[in-house]
T-cell receptor, first 116, second 115 residues
Framework: AQTVTQSQPEMSVQEAETVTLSCTYDTSENNYYLFWYKQPPSRQMILVIRQEAYKQQNATENRFSVNFQKAAKSFSLKISDSQLGDTAMYFCAFIITQGGSEKLVFGKGTKLTVNP | NAGVTQTPKFQVLKTGQSMTLQCAQDMNHEYMSWYRQDPGMGLRLIHYSVGAGITDQGEVPNGYNVSRSTTEDFPLRLLSAAPSQTSVYFC??????????????FGPGTRLTVL
């Protein structure tokens, strides 16, 4: 089965500090894509960062970066200099291929609270 | 561009009623999809479409129908609503190449309650 697991239902961090959200996944494929989506209280789903499995270099988007460990099937998100606006649900997601079509599979999410 | 729009934003139904959740996008995306979000469950794929006239089932398709007569619209129909379908529904779209890479644009969601 191809699954995404987020083991931290909730986390909190002080403003300006760094926090890391964990994600593990399971797949037998060699080439795939991994993502982190953010869902603030407005419910809007926003793509934060994307990692292509064939790239060894970890993806970075401003204050957001990932630690991609392909052999361990681990894909954690690091948020540096946390801001109050980072308060949101964060979902790890993964592309799977079934029946010739690609489908996005989400983890159950981590609720992050940034405290002033 | 309006992006991905969903109507209505909120809806309350009684068990057995039918309704259609509307989804439209103005980005000429080939790929469109419907997800439901339940507490503690993340987002789960209901149905998706890779182009006009082509639809397929996702992870949780039972109780839902879809059609794709135009590139812009992808309505989700509940034929006989059940309390288990109480959820927040998201529509998303992407270009074929980007959608395959997970880059989908999401609508604002519809909160549905079935009594």
């Amino acid at each position: 089965a191809q699954t995404v697991t987020q083991s931290q239902p909730e986390m909190s961090v002080q403003e300006a500090e760094t926090v890391t959200l964990s994600c593990t996944y399971d797949t037998s494929e060699n080439n795939y894509y991994l993502f982190w989506y953010k869902q603030p209280p407005s419910r809007q789903m926003i793509l934060v960062i994307r990692q292509e499995a064939y790239k060894q270099q970890n993806a970075t988007e401003n204050r957001f970066s990932v630690n991609f460990q392909k052999a361990a099937k681990s894909f954690s998100l690091k948020i540096s200099d946390s801001q109050l606006g980072d308060t949101a649900m964060y979902f790890c997601a993964f592309i799977i291929t079934q029946g010739g079509s690609e489908k996005l599979v989400f983890g159950k999410g981590t609720k992050l609270t940034v405290n002033p | 561009n309006a992006g991905v729009t969903q109507t209505p934003k909120f809806q309350v139904l009684k068990t057995g009623q039918s309704m259609t959740l509307q989804c439209a996008q103005d980005m000429n995306h080939e790929y469109m999809s419907w997800y439901r979000q339940d507490p503690g469950m993340g987002l789960r794929l209901i149905h998706y479409s890779v182009g006009a006239g082509i639809t397929d089932q996702g992870e949780v398709p039972n109780g839902y129908n879809v059609s794709r007569s135009t590139t812009e619209d992808f309505p989700l129909r509940l034929l006989s609503a059940a309390p288990s379908q109480t959820s927040v529904y998201f529509c998303a779209s992407g270009s074929s190449g980007d959608a395959a890479k997970g880059e989908q644009f999401f609508g604002p969601g519809t909160r549905l309650t079935v009594l």
